[in-house]
């Protein structure tokens, strides 16, 4: 078995034991198409409220499924924004 094959299945293998939230399965979805998105933009993709997809994408970054991307400035208010993106390993299993 290569590396990739080995990480893809310890991911299922975390899958399985963590037991995603339907919420977050659906943070991991907006992020499946490998465009790192602001938690505002996941709020407006997912419809999910924001204050739930900040605890989402924070359990995610805890385990780790997604990670930090960088940042961009949010064209409303002029602030930055973390963009949040899946982790390698991740993106790799839904392509």
Known sequence: MNATETSR????GLIADRKLQPM?????????????????????QTGLELSSVCGRVNSLLAVPLVRIAGEKRDSKTGKWQELIELIPVVHDLFA
């Open 9 to 12: 299945e310890a991911y299922r």
């Open 24 to 44: 977050e399965q659906k943070i991991l979805d907006a992020l499946s198409d490998n465009i790192p998105k602001t938690r505002k933009e996941l709020r407006d």
